[in-house]
Structure formats: C-alpha cells, structure tokens
C-alpha cells in the first residue's frame, strides 16, 4: 500500500511555510509547495507571498522569482516587497533593483515595507538620493526603519553629513536607529565616531540591544582592544544576551582577533546549542591564530556533530590543509564538496563564490605538491581570474617545475589577463630554482617596459637568489648594492645563502654584518654564518659570532615538522621524543642514517 500523503488546510501550510523559512528547511518546503498545488492552493496572494519568503530564506532565489511569475497570480505589493528583500538578503542587490524598478513600471506602489530594502541595494549615490525624494513624497521619511535604511546607506558611501541630517531629524529614535548609526560607522573604519555614537546612547538613556552589543563587539575586534572587549562582554553577561547566537559568535570573534584563543574556545564550549556561524567562528579563530591541526580537528567534529559545512566553512578549512601538506584531508574535503554540491548555490551568486572555492582548492593541491590535481581542478574552471594563474605559476615554481611554470605564463599572456607582482614572483621564482640565469635576467630587465610591474623587493629577492644558486655570487652581489630598493633582511640572507653553497666568505662578512644591523634578533642569520665560516675553517669567526648571539640572547628555534598519515597529522620538533612511538621512529632514523653513511654521504649538521 501507499503511504496516504497528510493533507493541510491553508492556513496550515502558511504556517509550515513561515517554519521552513526561519529553519531553512528547503526540502520539507518544497513538499508543502507541492501539496499546495495539489489542492488548488496557490490562488491566494498569501501562499505566494509564503512560498516566495521560504525560497529567499533558503537561498533559491531562481525558485523564488518563478514562484513569483506563478500564472494564476497577480503581483501585489507583498509579493514585490517579498522578492525584493530576499535578493537584497541574498546580497544580490543589483537584481533586488531591477525588481524594484519592474514593481514601479507596473504601477504597483511601493510602501514603508519596501524602502528599507530598496534603500539597502542602492548601489550609487544617485540611486539613494532618488528613493529618498520619493520617499519624502510619499510622507515615509519619519519612518524609524526607512530612517534607519538611510542612515546605514549614507553612511556607507562615506556620506556623512547626510546621515547625521537623517538621524536628527527623526523625533522618535529607537534602538534600530541607534543601532544604524553604531554599525554603519563600524563598516566603514570610523571606530571612533561608532563609540562616540555608542556613549550618547548610554548617556541617553536608550538601552542597548543585542545587536548594539555586536556591533560594538566587532569594533574591538577589528581594533585588537581586548580590555574594552571584555567590558562589553561584561555588559551582555549582565543584560542576559550572552546566550544569544549572534553574541556569542561576536565574543569568539573578539576575543580570536585579539588572540585569546582559549576564551574564544571557552564562550564556544558553553553555547548550548550551536550553528552554522558559532562553528565557522571558532574555526576561522584558530586558523588565523595558526593553529591549523586544531582547525581540522574542529572542522571534523563538526561534521561529527551533525552540522553541514557551507562555504565559508571549506575556505577557511583548505587553506589549514595547505599549511599543514595535508593532502589526504584536502582530497577529502575535495570530495565532500564535490558529493554535496557546496558553492553550487544559487545561479546568480555561483561564477564569484566558484571561483574562490576553486582557488581555495587548487592553491591546497599546489601546496601540498599535487600538481596534477591541482592542474585538472584548473583546467575545469570556467572562470579563470588572476589569482587561478598565479596559483597555478607559482605551485609549478615552487616544485621546481619551470618548463611549465613559463608555459602557464606564456599562456596567460595569450589571455591578454594583466600579470601583477604575485605572477612574476612565480616566473623568477621557477627561473631561480631551475638555474635558467639568462631567462630570469631578461624578464627582470621587462618587467617595467613589456608588463608595466615596477619591480618589488619580492622580484630582487628572486633574482639574487638565482644568480647565487648558479654561482654568480658577485653579480648577485652588486645587484643587492646597485638595486634601487633598499635591501632587507631577506635579501642578504639569499646572498649569504650563495656564499655558503659557492664558500665565498669575502661577500658573506659583508651580508652578514648587514644582517646583524638589519635583524639582531634572528637565529638564523647567526646560524648560516657560522655554517660559511666552519665550511671555509674560519673557527675563530665561528667563536665571535656566538658569541655575539650569547650577547643579543639570540637561541635557535627548534625545528618543527608535520607529517600525514591516514589517523591524522604528527607534528613533530626537533629532538622530542614525546610521540608515543618516539622509539620506533628513531630507530628508523638511525637505520637510514647508517644507510647513507655507507654510501658516502655526510651529513651537514
């Protein structure tokens, strides 16, 4: 037998429709939907106005304009004013315009409902001023929420004078006002005129929201102000509004970007109940803290939990694979996208959001020595923009790969997409590594005149470190002295790198001492002039330099290794013996030592 299907009345449905959107339940909606149509449903403004919000709610913007074209209906204001918010929602403000500008071509008149969202996808001055004359005509501007629309667009094309007018010509201002004004000026970098507006609503009277709280929240985030960061935290604890989502993801933010790491971890740990975004906070945390094990050790707890990662989720998670050669948990990552379409959203949104998972993905690949994979996800890409190139010119580069790395850029040229910095970065790079002197020299010499790129620090870096490597040591010398960016440490550093490979101790006493005024405190500058000067037998060098670094309290940082195995990434430092097979480990190490030892290899230590 088959199962009998519930059968709703409208109103019902209605209900279930508001449910679906505020929990984004796009499959039980979509069953609604279909047993309205069924029943003959759809005839009622107020089910295309339902339908219309669940879609947009739940990011189906292409199902929500067809819902809105439905033949049997005739747009009102509610069903404009539903479509029009959920592409301004969606962050799809020119098309909420365009919508705005059909509802007046068909002589549907827009109502308080409609401006606030209007107003928000304005994307010029011109188009703001316009609503804002019609909105006067219509006898709206008193509007709180219209009011506050204004206030927040103003002020985000840095249009402050306007807001201001806006703000104190409203008699009646409710914390949404307040609230414009706080926010809008946080948006725009302008912390100080946001806390001033903060002060004279406490001063006021007007008792902070939760989204006050936020908003104050992200400025101290932003600013790294973790004393006045806690303050608010103290204020929301009193007010009660910790336990709200957006609060507590607030606090995680603050308190990673000021970084606390294990405050943010704590306000995670006693949310009851977390979303999408409290998961995606703690994890950015740690990944901008560089902590990226932790960040996949969360990113798999989440999914334990039962929480589907959305995009964000995947941009912050790959680039912690990256950093970490990770590539079973990238490939991994890969295929979960791959299985459950992610960043394959809504048609209007999808070349941009693609894109950006894609580079996300092929700059994993690249980094973890997959040049392969990373080549097929290239290859796959509708959308090449700048960044896919240079990922994929300087993976090439960075594995030695030079043939490729200036096929890739022979063929990017052929695109006719500008090169910048970061692409000839990769091409000198691939030059150096790969000794091809007389190619690095020539683009070098090009750079202004054929691809307009004045060159960088970053490109005389590149070309030094190529001379030195093919022994050309001092026309990499006088290049340092001759270039006309002041050198910096890493550039001396590749010059007394050269010096130890070709034992020219002359140039490394001058790159050294250079070093030693440049960057006092870094141990490795100590510890490559040392090496220079034992190669060469100069232990009476050797002595002076250590003793220099006892001096300056300079000590060597261990060395610090990750590798990947199929339960996880070992992290290990030179020396510790803390891993529980640390035994194991060393007696293989032993064992290949004496490997290489019978084979004539000695080990520079």
Same mark, same amino acid.
């Given at each position: 037998?088959?199962?009998?299907?519930?059968?709703?009345?409208?109103?019902?449905?209605?209900?279930?429709?508001?449910?679906?959107?505020?929990?984004?339940?796009?499959?039980?909606?979509?069953?609604?939907?279909?047993?309205?149509?069924?029943?003959?449903?759809?005839?009622?403004?107020?089910?295309?106005?339902?339908?219309?919000?669940?879609?947009?709610?739940?990011?189906?913007?292409?199902?929500?304009?067809?819902?809105?074209?439905?033949?049997?209906?005739?747009?009102?204001?509610?069903?404009?004013?539903?479509?029009?918010?959920?592409?301004?929602?969606?962050?799809?403000?020119?098309?909420?315009?365009?919508?705005?500008?059909?509802?007046?071509?068909?002589?549907?008149?827009?109502?308080?409902?409609?401006?606030?969202?209007?107003?928000?996808?304005?994307?010029?001055?011109?188009?703001?001023?316009?609503?804002?004359?019609?909105?006067?005509?219509?006898?709206?501007?008193?509007?709180?929420?219209?009011?506050?629309?204004?206030?927040?667009?103003?002020?985000?094309?840095?249009?402050?004078?306007?807001?201001?007018?806006?703000?104190?010509?409203?008699?009646?201002?409710?914390?949404?006002?307040?609230?414009?004004?706080?926010?809008?000026?946080?948006?725009?970098?302008?912390?100080?005129?946001?806390?001033?507006?903060?002060?004279?609503?406490?001063?006021?009277?007007?008792?902070?929201?939760?989204?006050?709280?936020?908003?104050?929240?992200?400025?101290?985030?932003?600013?790294?102000?973790?004393?006045?960061?806690?303050?608010?935290?103290?204020?929301?604890?009193?007010?009660?509004?910790?336990?709200?989502?957006?609060?507590?993801?607030?606090?995680?933010?603050?308190?990673?970007?000021?970084?606390?790491?294990?405050?943010?971890?704590?306000?995670?740990?006693?949310?009851?109940?977390?979303?999408?975004?409290?998961?995606?906070?703690?994890?950015?945390?740690?990944?901008?803290?560089?902590?990226?094990?932790?960040?996949?050790? &969360?990113?798999?707890?989440?999914?334990?939990? /039962?929480?589907? *990662?959305?995009?964000?989720?995947? %941009?912050? +998670? @790959?680039?912690?694979?990256?950093?970490?050669?990770?590539?079973?948990?990238?490939?991994?990552?890969?295929?979960?996208?791959?299985?459950?379409?992610?960043?394959?959203?809504?048609?209007?949104?999808?070349?941009?959001?693609?894109?950006?998972?894609?580079?996300?993905?092929?700059?994993?690949?690249?980094?973890?020595?997959?040049?392969?994979?990373?080549?097929?996800?290239?290859?796959?890409?509708?959308?090449?923009?700048?960044?896919?190139?240079?990922?994929?010119?300087?993976?090439?580069?960075?594995?030695?790969?030079?043939?490729?790395?200036?096929?890739?850029?022979?063929?990017?040229?052929?695109?006719?997409?500008?090169?910048?910095?970061?692409?000839?970065?990769?091409?000198?790079?691939?030059?150096?590594?790969?000794?091809?002197?007389?190619?690095?020299?020539?683009? &070098?010499?090009?750079?202004?005149?054929?691809? /307009?790129?004045? *060159?960088?620090?970053?490109?005389? %870096?590149? +070309? @030094?470190?190529?001379?030195?490597?093919?022994?050309?040591?001092?026309?990499?010398?006088?290049?340092?002295?001759?270039?006309?960016?002041?050198?910096?440490?890493?550039?001396?550093?590749?010059?007394?790198?050269?010096?130890?490979?070709?034992?020219?101790?002359?140039?490394?006493?001058?790159?050294?001492?250079?070093?030693?005024?440049?960057?006092?405190?870094?141990?490795?500058?100590?510890?490559?002039?040392?090496?220079?000067?034992?190669?060469?037998?100069?232990?009476?060098?050797?002595?002076?330099?250590?003793?220099?670094?006892?001096?300056?309290?300079?000590?060597?940082?261990?060395?610090?290794?990750?590798?990947?195995?199929?339960?996880?990434?070992?992290?290990?430092?030179?020396?510790?013996?803390?891993?529980?097979?640390?035994?194991?480990?060393?007696?293989?190490?032993?064992?290949?030592?004496?490997?290489?030892?019978?084979?004539?290899?000695?080990?520079?230590?």
């Amino acid at each position: 037998m088959q199962p009998v299907q519930p059968v709703y009345d409208l109103s019902t449905c209605i209900a279930s429709l508001q449910a679906c959107a505020r929990y984004k339940s796009l499959q039980k909606g979509k069953q609604i939907h279909a047993n309205m149509v069924t029943n003959g449903f759809l005839c009622s403004p107020l089910s295309i106005t339902s339908l219309i919000n669940m879609y947009s709610k739940c990011n189906q913007m292409d199902d929500t304009v067809s819902t809105f074209y439905y033949r049997f209906h005739d747009p009102n204001v509610f069903a404009y004013n539903a479509v029009i918010a959920g592409f301004t929602a969606n962050g799809l403000a020119r098309n909420a315009f365009e919508f705005y500008n059909r509802m007046r071509l068909t002589c549907v008149m827009p109502d308080k409902f409609t401006f606030p969202c209007v107003i928000r996808a304005c994307c010029s001055i011109r188009e703001v001023m316009k609503i804002h004359s019609l909105v006067i005509k219509l006898g709206l501007e008193l509007d709180v929420y219209v009011g506050s629309a204004l206030v927040n667009t103003y002020l985000k094309f840095l249009l402050v004078k306007e807001a201001q007018k806006v703000f104190e010509e409203l008699p009646s201002r409710d914390i949404v006002l307040w609230n414009a004004m706080v926010n809008g000026f946080a948006q725009i970098g302008r912390f100080d005129e946001a806390l001033v507006v903060f002060r004279t609503m406490s001063e006021e009277g007007v008792m902070p929201s939760r989204f006050t709280v936020t908003g104050v929240l992200s400025i101290f985030a932003m600013m790294g102000d973790f004393d006045h960061g806690r303050a608010i935290h103290a204020i929301a604890l009193k007010m009660g509004y910790d336990s709200h989502f957006e609060v507590a993801n607030a606090l995680i933010d603050m308190y990673g970007k000021c970084k606390f790491t294990e405050d943010a971890l704590d306000i995670f740990e006693m949310m009851v109940e977390k979303d999408i975004y409290s998961w995606n906070s703690i994890i950015a945390v740690h990944e901008q803290c560089g902590y990226h094990d932790e960040t996949l050790r &969360l990113f798999y707890r989440m999914l334990g939990a /039962g929480i589907l *990662p959305d995009l964000v989720t995947i %941009t912050i +998670v @790959v680039p912690a694979c990256s950093h970490l050669s990770a590539l079973m948990h990238g490939r991994e990552i890969h295929g979960y996208m791959i299985k459950n379409g992610v960043g394959k959203g809504d048609v209007n949104k999808e070349d941009v959001n693609d894109v950006l998972m894609t580079n996300a993905i092929m700059d994993m690949y690249a980094k973890c020595g997959s040049m392969r994979n990373a080549y097929m996800v290239f290859d796959k890409m509708k959308n090449k923009d700048i960044a896919s190139w240079n990922i994929m010119i300087t993976g090439y580069g960075m594995h030695g790969n030079a043939n490729e790395t200036l096929d890739m850029f022979s063929r990017m040229c052929e695109t006719q997409i500008e090169v910048d910095e970061v692409t000839l970065v990769g091409v000198l790079s691939a030059c150096s590594h790969a000794g091809l002197v007389s190619e690095g020299r020539e683009l &070098l010499r090009q750079m202004r005149s054929k691809y /307009g790129v004045i *060159p960088t620090i970053e490109h005389y %870096t590149c +070309v @030094v470190d190529m001379l030195g490597r093919a022994g050309h040591v001092v026309e990499a010398f006088e290049l340092v002295q001759n270039m006309p960016i002041q050198a910096n440490a890493v550039v001396w550093r590749a010059l007394l790198a050269a010096c130890r490979l070709h034992r020219n101790s002359d140039i490394a006493k001058v790159a050294a001492q250079k070093l030693m005024e440049i960057a006092p405190w870094h141990s490795g500058n100590y510890v490559l002039t040392c090496n220079i000067f034992v190669d060469t037998g100069q232990y009476e060098e050797v002595s002076e330099v250590r003793h220099t670094m006892r001096q300056h309290n300079v000590q060597k940082a261990p060395g610090c290794s990750w590798t990947e195995l199929k339960d996880g990434v070992h992290a290990f430092i030179n020396g510790d013996r803390s891993h529980p097979k640390a035994n194991f480990i060393y007696a293989q190490l032993d064992s290949l030592t004496a490997q290489l030892h019978e084979h004539g290899y000695v080990l520079q230590l």
